[in-house]
């Protein structure tokens, strides 16, 4: 069963904002070349195991098709050919541990032509497997992305692969990324060490030529840290469709007031503003087997699971432990998700009046104290005795004017993916921002929000997908009552057929009076009479069954 297929309707609903249509496959370049190997193994090795657990799990369409590993030393070793990343932990695993047994010290001879015939080797491998492999037919992009990662200086190990690539054939490369992990003993002294034809200050401060026409190269300098190595890898999971934009922002047009009676054929163009989409988060929802984390709050009963073994009782109520105060501006509001629940004081009937009165009092000194001093509180799903999970679950519990809070859902490290947010100190120019202006001028502002003013044509849509729906059952029903009565039994009459077919037995004769219930006798027959699911599916009667 393909990854599709297991991931369900869930996980295809989620990621419909983006397509994932255009994933490039990944090539990953390892420089294990003493003496700072030593120091970025464990690094490497552990963010490469979190992000393949994270990647192969991933349910919905694939963020990295393929992936193909090398390790550079004093050889060029090819730890892992092109493999599908979704489902396949067991091959990467092993592949991040003989990563791991590679030797941390050795003899210190740079051979910077390894570089350049790794980058060569994967897209000769990447042609090889497109044509040769059943797989190959079912990518929807025609080239790889090449990630270099390095302790050597950055600046000197893309000036090498420049030179080294000018004269090559890099149509297959769609871009080119080279990581430069920062250690401590990265001194500047100890830059040209690297370097087997030293660059000059001059030649560094002059612009790079574009050497590699038709492919992207880009440097990035991160620490030597597991989150900021992950940081570089979960970039891999962004949509990287980039042929058009992915959002059209519709402004009024300037100086032209709103006037719904005007026809649409008269209205000005408004102000059209291209924009793309990124996720901040992975969805909780496409991972597997973790009902546990980061509960959903799409309602009561996704907040409280019952467990298996507690079926025919009440469940015990969830244990939300308070362990941080954070400051209500201090919390960003990228970092939340999911459908809110709102937090009141129970009104359980099983306590007495004191008890309840007192859970009262606090509830409301709770909400008056984090309301003055503009405090929210980060919690934890404590989970339940003998449940065995070991995930952990953060909220946060935000006040409010009225007696309640807000609890949400609160992005975790391992969901979080990277988002880089530029700044700008400068003012945008004065024609452009004058046009904004008036386009939003045209806008009706309202002091508060109602969302009763709003209305999302869904009552009309579910009506008609039921009726749709009604209609196609009857008419199965009809068709298979149809096919029945075109197969008479041998030897018996059509009317014998009859009593044959009746699903409900005849009520004895009786006197009128005496028939208290009749319409009971119905209930016999409910695969044969439609007329009973209107009664269900009436839009008054928001009924259970």
Not at 335 to 349: A, D, E, F, K
Not at 351 to 363: A, P, S, V
Not at 383 to 390: A, M, T
Request: include cysteine.
């Amino acid at each position: 069963m393909s990854g599709r297929n297991r991931s369900g309707p869930l996980a295809s609903q989620v990621c419909c904002a983006l397509s994932f249509c255009r994933q490039p496959p990944r090539v990953l370049i390892v420089d294990t070349s003493p003496p700072w190997w030593s120091e970025t193994c464990s690094v490497l090795c552990e963010a490469l195991e979190n992000f393949f657990s994270l990647a192969s799990a991933l349910g919905g369409p694939s963020r990295v098709p393929l992936l193909s590993l090398y390790a550079v030393n004093l050889q060029l070793e090819c730890l892992l050919p092109f493999v599908q990343v979704k489902g396949n932990l067991v091959r990467l695993h092993s592949c991040v541990e003989e990563l791991r047994s590679l030797p941390k010290e050795g003899c210190i001879r740079p051979r910077p032509e390894l570089l350049k015939q790794a980058v060569l080797d994967s897209l000769q491998q990447f042609k090889h497997y497109v044509h040769h492999s059943s797989l190959g037919n079912d990518l929807k992009s025609s080239s790889v992305e090449v990630t270099v990662m390095s302790s050597k200086p950055g600046q000197a190990v893309l000036r090498q692969l420049e030179q080294g690539l000018k004269d090559s054939d890099l149509v297959s490369l769609r871009r080119l990324l080279v990581v430069h992990i920062v250690v401590e003993q990265n001194l500047p002294e100890r830059e040209l060490v690297w370097s087997p034809e030293p660059c000059s200050t001059k030649h560094m401060d002059e612009p790079e030529e574009d050497l590699m026409l038709g492919a992207e190269i880009d440097l990035q300098l991160v620490e030597n840290s597991v989150v900021a190595v992950e940081n570089v890898l979960k970039a891999w999971l962004h949509d990287q469709a980039a042929e058009r934009e992915q959002l059209q922002l519709l402004l009024p047009a300037p100086g032209q007031a709103l006037n719904p009676k005007t026809k649409p054929s008269h209205r000005p163009n408004p102000v059209c503003i291209k924009c793309d989409m990124q996720e901040r988060l992975v969805s909780p929802a496409l991972l597997p087997g973790t009902p546990d984390l980061v509960g959903k709050t799409e309602s009561v009963r996704d907040f409280q699971p019952p467990s298996k073994s507690q079926s025919n009782q009440n469940p015990p109520p969830q244990r939300l432990r308070v362990v941080k105060a954070l400051r209500a501006d201090g919390v960003c509001q990228s970092v939340l998700y999911g459908l809110p629940l709102i937090i009141r004081p129970t009104t359980c009937w099983q306590l007495d009046w004191d008890e309840m009165e007192k859970n009262h009092q606090t509830f409301h000194a709770l909400c008056h104290t984090l309301r003055t001093r503009d405090w929210s509180l980060l919690v934890r799903l404590e989970p339940e005795f003998g449940s065995g999970s070991s995930v952990f679950s953060y909220y946060i519990l935000q006040s409010s004017a009225s007696l309640s809070l807000l609890l949400k859902p609160i992005l975790t490290r391992e969901l979080m993916l990277p988002c880089s947010l530029p700044t700008s100190n400068e003012d945008p120019p004065l024609n452009t921002l004058t046009v904004v202006q008036r386009c939003l001028e045209q806008l009706e502002e309202d002091p508060v929000f109602n969302p009763l003013c709003l209305h999302a044509n869904l009552y009309p849509q579910l009506k008609m997908r039921g009726l749709v729906s009604r209609s196609y059952g009857s008419h199965s029903q009809n068709q298979g009552r149809g096919q029945r009565r075109e197969r008479p039994a041998e030897g018996s009459t059509p009317r014998q057929q009859g009593r044959v077919r009746a699903t409900v037995a005849p009520l004895a004769s009786a006197p009128p009076s005496k028939m208290s219930r009749p319409p009971l006798t119905l209930s016999h027959s409910r695969a044969y009479a439609p007329s009973l699911c209107f009664l269900v599916d009436d839009g008054d009667n928001d009924s259970p069954i």
